[in-house]
């Protein structure tokens, strides 16, 4: 048996259990109800207070945040930094809360708040600490997040880069389209 060979049939026996177990003991669960609550809630709550005017300007930059959230989340479960232990879904990584949710709906708010580079890097960085410190140790305690080799201060510093890079690249496209007019 080949090295590629074994580690097909490990993911396999990996995506045996991790199914069954959300099956069995996630899905449906009163921890499984309060995420998909949250998830709706910050959706419901962002929708109120998003400025309709510049929708496709936030959600391209809510898109940015989301990748760069995502791509931190499929490296970090792979590199086993963090896991999920609740998750809204069977797959890892379970990107709802986190990645396509949380820090997006956050710092799209942020950013349609803040029109100066000056204010976005202080309220970024209260949004990320939030998250961070905030959010990220309740997920925690209440056993929806392991952490295993990782710090909650690495989890500012790349989550703040997240949101100040998608904002300098969503800037650029934008003064690129100005430019083109």
């Known amino acids: 048996m080949t090295n590629a060979d074994m580690i097909h049939q490990l993911r396999v026996e990996l995506w045996n259990l991790s199914y069954t177990q959300w099956k069995t003991h996630t899905l449906f669960s009163i921890q499984w109800w309060s995420l998909i609550a949250l998830i ?53 990584p379970s990107p ?8 997006p709906l956050a710092l799209m708010a942020v950013y349609q708040y803040c029109h100066s580079w000056k204010k976005f890097l202080i309220w970024n960085g209260v949004a990320t600490g939030i998250i961070s410190y905030v959010f990220f140790p309740l997920l925690i305690k209440f056993h929806f997040l392991t952490l295993y080799h990782w710090n909650l201060f690495y989890s500012f510093v790349l989550i703040f880069g997240i949101g100040a890079f998608s904002r300098w690249v969503l800037l650029g496209i934008l003064d690129l389209q100005q430019k083109r007019q």
């Open 96 to 103: 709802f809360l986190h990645d396509f949710t949380l820090t």
């Open 40 to 92: 709706v809630i910050s959706y419901a709550i962002w929708w109120v207070i998003v400025d309709k005017r510049r929708l496709s300007q936030i959600l391209l930059f809510g898109s940015f945040v989301a990748v760069g959230r995502i791509v931190l989340d499929i490296i970090a479960v792979n590199a086993v930094l963090w896991s999920y232990d609740i998750r809204e879904t069977p797959f890892f």
